[in-house]
């Protein structure tokens, strides 16, 4: 009887890890076949992996969209990663009445939904003449909420004894923060990353309306390209995916450690 | 001098919470108010006058307006509670610390995460395709005779949709509920099956209740996501057939850069997710709260 419950849950969790991972199963062999091989529901490896490469960089210039989504998924996580860490820092050890009602009212703002900003913010950046300008997607991004929150819960678990010592050695509010707090807090630091990284990297409908050129293109916006019409050519789509793909993959699994203890907040 | 020092703190305090606050109120605040302003005039294009309610009482009217607004609530509706109680059978399974291979099946089902959403999106609307490859393998099966026009389908192309998104999001949520259930201490579990509890007893009656503001920050977070659901549509089924599976934010979008610009009308329409938002986090913190 217990064996047999056993069972039932193992074949749930393959079943699920099964369905979970067959789309990227999909996908690779999908990029190595014809387009009609695709759809017809091939799932062995074909030999047109090459071929479907370099249609992919002659149709659309995948490798310039490519540079272009690393570079703003970059600067965006680096720059809110300052901004939101240093801010979640103080929340916690310089606390107020007046940061509580701020810090309030940051969170407040996670409620707003973009479809709500994206007018008066299209207007905003049009009168600033930044629209198809990169500052135009990084700007709005590197102020986040939620990265705020993140670094204020994680921050309860950082030991108060820690900066009156630091005090007492002379050091200055900001070196504490530059010099013990971030380097304490590196696993916090690397799940944040990863949530800001993935936001920028997979962010779509915005640079859908900010950029207008091709060639300031993110990923996103031109894989989306390559599928849109009636009969795309998937070896291409697939290729597109892929390279979409293999950037937040590999981060996933290089930091799958940090971000999981990130999650639940320690310290060590 | 213990007050002077504490100022200077404070100061410190202050000047940390700036540029990060400075930058959510130019890029949220300040453009949720406009959209407010917006939303009570009307006119095409730049050329707009203050016409008081008249954006709200079009709506009433506006047939798109009501189906995209109840797409994007069966959604959530069916996806959300879907979801969640996929994510927390995963994640009870997994905190089993017996449990064999956890590591693994937690790697895979977490997975679909890392896809971008656009991603994923076509990955599905080329796998649900009419001669794809989920119509095959059911026809293979002898589940179905015929294959299921899925995308093209207004009510199997919303279903699509659904499992697109319980399939890219399961795992994520999963990872709230794990790390919660560790917080949990195991002693209690102990006490529990000394008394005679088997495993649906603790569950409902020690996990669920510990695990009671996890689920209403999860669910709060799906909502708000749902709600706002727009590159899975737009690259799955691009809304159709006809506005079956269009959601609102993507109306606001066709509103906005699609038709002939009405920004008045389709800020008024942004402001009522934007309602629905807050009110749907104030009742559901209500349900979650009121049993205690």
């Not at chain 2, 179905?144 to 389908?153: E, G, N, Q, S």
């Not at chain 2, 509920?177 to 509890?197: H, P, R, T, W």
């Not at chain 2, 669910?219 to 659901?229: D, E, F, H, P, V």
């Not at chain 2, 737009?234 to 850069?257: C, E, H, K, M």
């Amino acid at each position: 009887m217990r064996n047999l419950g056993k069972i039932f849950k193992h074949l749930f969790l393959i079943l699920a890890s099964v369905i979970s991972v067959f789309p990227f199963y999909w996908m690779i062999v999908g990029a190595t076949n014809e387009s009609k091989d695709i759809t017809m529901g091939k799932l062995t490896f074909g030999s047109s992996l090459v071929k479907n490469v370099t249609n992919a960089m002659e149709h659309a210039d995948i490798l310039q969209a490519f540079g272009n989504s690393a570079f703003l998924a970059v600067v965006i996580t680096v720059v809110s990663l300052l901004i939101c860490s240093v801010a979640g820092y103080a929340f916690v050890i310089y606390p107020s009445r007046g940061k509580e009602i701020l810090f309030m009212a940051l969170i407040a703002s996670m409620m707003v939904p973009f479809a709500a900003k994206i007018i008066p913010m299209f207007r905003m950046f049009s009168k600033m003449g930044l629209l198809n300008n990169y500052l135009s997607i990084i700007l709005p991004a590197v102020g986040a909420p939620f990265l705020i929150f993140f670094f204020k819960q994680n921050t309860h678990a950082f030991p108060l004894e820690t900066i009156e010592a630091a005090r007492v050695d002379g050091l200055s509010e900001y070196g504490i923060f530059l010099r013990i707090y971030m380097p304490m807090m590196k696993s916090t630091y690397a799940a944040a990353g990863i949530f800001s990284f993935m936001a920028s990297w997979n962010n779509y409908m915005w640079p859908l309306i900010a950029l207008q050129s091709e060639k300031k293109f993110t990923l996103p916006l031109m894989v989306s390209n390559l599928a849109a019409g009636f009969t795309p050519d998937y070896g291409m789509v697939m290729v597109g995916i892929i390279i979409s793909t293999i950037p937040t993959i590999l981060i996933f699994f290089l930091l799958q450690k940090a971000f999981v203890e990130g999650m639940v907040g320690s310290v060590k | 001098m213990k007050t002077r020092a504490k100022k200077k703190y404070g100061l410190s305090g202050w000047s940390m919470v700036l540029l990060a606050s400075a930058l959510v109120l130019i890029f949220s605040y300040v453009p949720m108010i406009q959209a407010f302003l917006l939303s009570l005039k009307t006119g095409k294009g730049a050329n707009l006058q203050f016409a008081g309610l008249a954006n709200y009482v079009r709506m009433i009217k506006d047939t798109t307006f009501w189906t995209t607004m109840g797409n994007t609530l069966l959604y959530a509706v069916i996806q959300i509670p879907i979801m969640l109680l996929l994510a927390l059978l995963i994640a009870v399974l997994l905190n089993d610390p017996k449990m064999k291979g956890r590591g693994i099946y937690r790697t895979c089902i977490f997975l679909p995460c890392v896809t971008s959403l656009v991603s994923y999106s076509i990955l599905f609307k080329n796998l649900f395709a009419v001669d794809g490859i989920v119509n095959q393998a059911l026809m293979h099966l002898h589940i179905i005779d015929k294959a299921i026009p899925f995308v093209l389908d207004k009510n199997w192309a919303k279903a699509v949709i659904i499992v697109a998104l319980v399939w890219r999001y399961t795992g994520y949520y999963m990872i709230f509920f794990l790390s919660a259930l560790q917080n949990i201490d195991k002693s209690v579990y102990e006490a529990a099956k000394m008394d005679g509890c088997n495993f649906f007893q603790s569950f409902f009656r020690i996990t669920l209740p510990l695990l009671k503001p996890i689920v209403f920050l999860t669910s709060i977070m799906a909502l708000t996501s749902t709600l706002q659901l727009f590159d899975e549509v737009v690259n799955l089924t691009a809304g159709g057939p006809g506005n079956a599976t269009r959601t609102i934010s993507q109306y606001i979008y066709d509103l906005s850069f699609n038709f002939v610009p009405s920004y008045g009308y389709s800020a008024a329409v942004s402001y009522v997710v934007l309602l629905l938002i807050i009110v749907l986090t104030i009742v559901q913190k209500g349900i979650t709260g009121e049993k205690k």
